[in-house]
Each structure stands twice: as structure tokens, then as C-alpha cells.
């Protein structure tokens, strides 16, 4: 039996309903069991066999940490901080691609866990001796360089980054920039403001790539919220220099929480000398459903349907190359995290190691990966978005005067969907587990 929306949220089982709802997102998002400190570098021990080691450099915003196993906190730094990382891999035959084995306890184990290897502060002086030593003479020396999303401790970035690079398997030079996100789902204004404040950071790291002449080309993928800090980086350096610098040949844009208004502008800044762009979409990505309806309804980038007008034409006319991933099964729960898939960072190796341009019209890997019918964000996204909402508009007057069209809108979309009224506090539940 349907229930009815209404406008008033002072019911006490309302309000427990709400919370229990995002307390199982919190469950969802958060690092349960996980131990603090995972990249003290493990003792020095014979390699143990099978293992894969990941190299990297990475650049960062952040504060440095009291604990040498967690190196950087979530706080904002005063200047742009390198260390040369080293991370071990657990053998192929006891990992599935995609994923991160993280450590139940400390010290981690190399046959069964993500451990660190060796962590060294590094001066910037000293980032052209580290490409020196990273890139393949004779080869391209190509540099990728990681920008997270919202939500990510350093060591999420760090560990994540050495799993894209491993199951890739490209021949590149892996350069992580990491910015001050708190970790936390209840910070995500924090880590946008910090995206602005890293602006000039990661323009002058990927500045001083492209004027290295160990370097020879440059690859940008960026993840969620990290793709505004990457669009306004390179805005910001086509706007100082008149152009993007030409070793920066790709920008891969993976779910980008942008709002699709300010990404047009940061594509016609970029000038005709651009980057190739390529835009990674998926219909059911519920975070970006999530941040729409905090951003006022903003069309996110990263849930467009590409396949319809406007977007269509508007990406053809742009030149830009899109990769639907609408149709892969993504290991977390909101959809949000496809790109580091196995078979997708296996396609991003291959596709970069040829150096051919990464879009549906080119991989010809069939529908168990690539979808051409993208739709709107799903039910279940939807859910999730009036999931984080709703206990909020319970408690604070101003949100639900705030988000009260939207939160209706929502509402409306639920019962067209289930053919039936929908109780804020229960059709999320219904929505995220099947009706049980």
C-alpha cells in the first residue's frame, strides 16, 4: 500500500527511517575494519613471488600527518609536497582486476595485500632525476598522471592509483596528485573549496612535466570531483600561456562531478589546441544523481546521456570522445567507481599504449562493456539522492526550504516510476534493496 509524500518531516518515525537510510550509506562509503597507517613501509624482506611493484610520484596539497603510516591528512598544506612511493601488489592469482586488497592488520602482507614499499620525501628539484629514472628510454616516456575524486583519504588515492597502473599494464610514469579531501560523505563542500585551492598546484606540477625533457608525452585522468580541479588547472594554463601545453596530449574525464554549464566554458577556455577529451559517462551512477540534487538540479557531466540532443551534437561538434559505461558492472555500490574497473583500465592501457583515441566508436569490445542506450539516472539513483537529502531536510528548516522543490521532484519521480505514492523515509529503502 502507497503512502503519501507530504510536506511535513516532523514525524519521529520519519526522521529514524531517514537516518537509518544514511547510516547505511556511511556503511557503504566508509573504511570499516580498515587499520590506520597502512603506508609505513613494510620491513625490507626478500620480494615475495608474484608480486607486481608500482613506482610513483606524488605531488600533493595536503598537510603532512603525525603518523608516518598515514603521511598526509585531509588539511590544506602551505606549498605543493612530493615523495617518491614505492607499492607492492599481491600475485595476480590471488587478486581479481579492478581491486584493492587492503590490510586487515599491520604490517600488511605482501602476498595478500596493497603495502608500501618505500616512502621518500622528495624536493621538487628533484622530480626531473625521478622521470629520469621512470621513463622507458626509446620508448614514448609517457607520464599519467592521476587526479582523485571527493571522498578520498591519501592512502584511498595512493592504493587506487597503483591498482589502475598495474591492471593497465601501460608503459607510462605514474604521477599521482592527491588534494586535501577529508575522507568523510558529510565533507563535501570541504573538498570542493579544496579543489579551488589546488588549482595553482597542480598547474604548476603538470607545467613543470610538460617543460621536462625526460618527458615526452602527458596523459591526464581525472575521477569525479578531482576533473573540475583538473578543467580548472588546464583553464587556468591556457589562459596564462594561450594555450595547453602540447605535451599534454589526452584528458580522460571519469564520472566528472561538473556542472555541464561550467565544463563548456572550461572546453572554449582550453582554446582549438586542446587536449583530446575523452568523457567517461554511465547512466546509474548514483553519486552523480546525489550531487545533482545538491547542486540545484545541475546537470553533472558525468550522467549525460550522450546519445540524445543536445549533448550529442554538442559532443561531436567538440571533438570529444565519449565512453559509455552504462551497461559494466561496477564493484561499488553507487556506480560511481566503473573506470578503475579491470577490463576498463585494461582497454585505457592498450588504447593509450597505441596511441589511438579512446571512445565507443573506436574499441569495438562489444555491449558486455560499451552501451549505447544510456538512459537518465536510474530509480535506484534517485533513491539514493533523496536517501542523503531527506534527513537533512528533517532536521535544518533551511534545507527543506531550500531543497523542497527538488525533494518533491524527487518524490514525483519515484511514484510515476512504482505507480504508487512514496513515503520519504521508505521508498530509498525499497529502492537500494529490491522492495525486500
Wanted: aromatic share 6%; net charge neutral; hydrophobic share 45%.
Amino acid at each position: 500500500m502507497g503512502v503519501r509524500v507530504t510536506g511535513a518531516f516532523g514525524s519521529c518515525r520519519r526522521m529514524a527511517g531517514s537516518v537509518g537510510i544514511l547510516a547505511a550509506l556511511f556503511m557503504v562509503t566508509g573504511c570499516a575494519g580498515r587499520p590506520a597507517g597502512v603506508l609505513l613501509p613494510v620491513a625490507a624482506t626478500e620480494p615475495v613471488p608474484g608480486t607486481s611493484r608500482v613506482d610513483m610520484l606524488v605531488a600533493t596539497t595536503r598537510k603532512a600527518a603525525a603518523d608516518r603510516g598515514v603521511l598526509f591528512s585531509g588539511e590544506r598544506g602551505d606549498a605543493v609536497v612530493y615523495t617518491d612511493l614505492a607499492v607492492s601488489i599481491p600475485p595476480d592469482a590471488t587478486r581479481r582486476p579492478g581491486t584493492v586488497q587492503w590490510p586487515d592488520r599491520l604490517p600488511g602482507n605482501p602476498a595478500t595485500d596493497f603495502v608500501a614499499l618505500r616512502v621518500d620525501a622528495l624536493d621538487r628539484s628533484k622530480v626531473a632525476a625521478w622521470t629520469g629514472r621512470a621513463v622507458r628510454r626509446g620508448a614514448k616516456r609517457h607520464v599519467l598522471v592521476f587526479v582523485h575524486g571527493f571522498n578520498n583519504k591519501f592512502e584511498d588515492a595512493v592504493f587506487r592509483f597503483a591498482q589502475i597502473v598495474h591492471d593497465s599494464g601501460a608503459d607510462v610514469a605514474p604521477v599521482l596528485f592527491t588534494w586535501p579531501s577529508k575522507g568523510s560523505v558529510l565533507a563535501y563542500g570541504y573538498d570542493r573549496e579544496s579543489t579551488n585551492f589546488s588549482r595553482n598546484g597542480l598547474e604548476t606540477l603538470l607545467r613543470d612535466l610538460a617543460k621536462d625533457p625526460n618527458v615526452g608525452e602527458i596523459t591526464v585522468l581525472a575521477h569525479s570531483m578531482g576533473n573540475w580541479l583538473t578543467l580548472e588547472s588546464l583553464r587556468q594554463m591556457a589562459i596564462r600561456d594561450r594555450r595547453v601545453a602540447p605535451k599534454i596530449r589526452n584528458v580522460i574525464l571519469a564520472a566528472p562531478d561538473v556542472d555541464m554549464d561550467l565544463a563548456r566554458v572550461a572546453f572554449r577556455d582550453m582554446g582549438p589546441d586542446r587536449p583530446r577529451l575523452t568523457l567517461m559517462v554511465s547512466g546509474d551512477d548514483q553519486a552523480l544523481a546525489v550531487s545533482r540534487l545538491v547542486w540545484g538540479d545541475s546537470v553533472r557531466l558525468g550522467a549525460i546521456d550522450p546519445t540524445v540532443e543536445p549533448y550529442r551534437s554538442e559532443l561531436e561538434r567538440q571533438n570529444i570522445g565519449v565512453l559509455n559505461l552504462s551497461s559494466v558492472k561496477g564493484d561499488d555500490p553507487l556506480n560511481h567507481g566503473k573506470f578503475a574497473s579491470g577490463d576498463v583500465v585494461a582497454l585505457l592501457g592498450k588504447r593509450l599504449a597505441d596511441g589511438q583515441p579512446i571512445s565507443d566508436g573506436q574499441i569495438g569490445i562489444g555491449d558486455r562493456l560499451v552501451s549505447t542506450a544510456a538512459g537518465a539516472a536510474s530509480t535506484v539513483a534517485t533513491g539514493a539522492a533523496l536517501a542523503v537529502a531527506a534527513p537533512v531536510a528533517i532536521v535544518d528548516p533551511q534545507t527543506r526550504e531550500t531543497y523542497g522543490d527538488h525533494l518533491s521532484h524527487v518524490g514525483s519521480g519515484l511514484r510515476d516510476t512504482f505507480g504508487a505514492t512514496v513515503d520519504l523515509a521508505g521508498a530509498p529503502v525499497r529502492a537500494m534493496t529490491g522492495g525486500r
